[in-house]
């Protein structure tokens, strides 16, 4: 099946400073989705974006369908940005199940 | 509703003991997902529902697992005869269509099964 790698595993910053998170999936997609999973378990949908580019706020994404690659960038961080956050993707004629990377833990530190 | 709801919250079992999990989907969402994510663990699927059939089962780890969907709405899963290493939180996602594809899911806020 689809293999799908997050990088960095971890991330420790100070409040303000900028990180790219970055995914790379082993075959094409239909479907590819971003979610932040806070400190207390519940995930959140950050962005549905199977190709292109996508702004909400100081967070935004890019994925590179051809060259099987993902980014998020979130600028200008804040203590509540941290947590846990996931790549999950459709694999192109596969069924519709996402399948999830192991995640990247980002701690925010005033 | 206006989110994903499931329930129990918790649940402590013993071991051997059948459980079952409930999940009340977004109104109007026509896909659901239940995936298994155990502790610091990423998110590991289990299976998919459009509608009432379930045309991906993949992911279900023995035949101690099954789950179903009633009138296109909430769907339970049951875990028979549990294990220590069914401990875990049950995840529950919906979402809409958007033409041949998957839309963006919206994650329940889990089932904590613990078994002793």
């Known amino acids: 099946g689809i293999q799908v790698e997050q990088s960095p595993p971890d991330l420790i910053l100070q ?96 | 509703g206006a989110g994903v709801s499931q329930s129990p919250s918790n649940k402590v079992t013993e071991k051997g003991k059948d459980v079952e999990l409930r999940c009340d989907p977004i109104s109007g969402h026509t896909a659901l997902y239940w995936y298994r994510q155990s502790l610091g663990q990423g998110l590991e699927f289990l299976i998919y529902f459009q509608g009432n059939s379930a045309p991906d089962k993949s992911g279900l780890p023995s035949d101690r697992f099954s789950a179903e969907r009633t009138g296109g709405s909430v769907s339970t899963l049951t875990i028979q005869r549990t294990q220590q290493e069914d401990s875990a939180v049950y995840l529950c996602a919906s979402s809409s269509r958007d033409g041949a594809n998957t839309g963006e899911l919206f994650f329940g806020e889990g089932s904590r099964l613990t078994v002793l």
């Open chain 1, 15 to 110: 409040e303000g400073a900028n990180s790219t998170l970055r995914c790379n999936f082993s075959d094409s997609v239909n479907n590819l989705q971003w979610f932040h999973q806070n400190p207390w378990g519940q995930l959140i949908n950050l962005f549905y974006i199977p190709s292109g580019t996508k702004q909400n706020g100081r967070l935004s994404a890019t994925t590179v369908a051809t060259e099987r690659y993902s980014l998020l960038y979130i600028s200008s961080s804040q203590t509540t940005d941290s947590g846990v956050y996931f790549c999950a993707v459709g694999a192109q004629g596969g069924s519709e199940k996402l399948v999830f990377g192991k995640g990247m833990k980002l701690t925010v530190n005033p």
